[in-house]
C-alpha cells in the first residue's frame, strides 16, 4: 500500500510564507514525477507546479516567482516553498505522485492540507 501524507499548511498573513511537505511511503520503486495541485473554495482543482526526479520544475503562472518545488529522493518527499502568499492562494494543497511499483506505473494522491492566507 502506498501513502502520500502532506504537512504544513496553517493560516498565515498575507505576505507570509509557509512550507507544505509531502511524504511518499509504502513499496516504491521509483517516483517519476511528485506535484502540488489545489482546490480554491468553490473551484475545481488546479495544478500548482510539478518536478520531475532529476529536479526538472515546472509552475502555474499565478505562482511563478513565488512557489517553488524541490524534492528529495532518498525520503520520496517533496516539498513546496510559497513566499509572498496572496489571499487568492488559500486552498486545500493537494499532492500527487506518478510513481513505479512491480513494474506498472501507478498514480497516487495525498489526503490535502488546508493553507489559508488572512488580508
Known amino acids: 500500500q502506498v501513502q502520500l501524507v502532506e504537512s504544513g499548511g496553517g493560516l498565515v498573513q498575507a505576505g507570509g510564507s509557509l512550507r507544505l511537505s509531502c511524504a511518499a511511503s509504502?513499496?516504491?520503486?521509483?517516483?517519476?514525477?511528485m506535484a502540488w495541485y489545489r482546490r480554491p473554495p468553490g473551484k475545481q482543482r488546479e495544478l500548482v507546479g510539478a518536478i520531475t526526479r532529476d529536479g526538472s520544475s515546472t509552475y502555474a503562472d499565478s505562482v511563478k516567482g513565488r512557489f517553488t518545488i524541490s524534492r528529495d529522493n532518498a525520503k520520496n518527499t517533496v516539498y513546496l516553498h510559497m513566499n509572498n502568499l496572496k489571499p487568492e492562494d488559500t486552498a486545500v494543497y493537494y499532492c500527487?505522485?506518478?510513481?513505479?511499483?512491480?513494474?506498472?506505473?501507478?498514480?497516487?494522491w495525498g489526503q490535502g492540507t488546508q493553507v489559508t492566507v488572512s488580508s
Open positions: 500527487n505522485a506518478d510513481l513505479y511499483r512491480w513494474g506498472s506505473l501507478e498514480n497516487y
Open positions: 509504502g513499496s516504491i520503486f521509483s517516483i517519476p514525477t
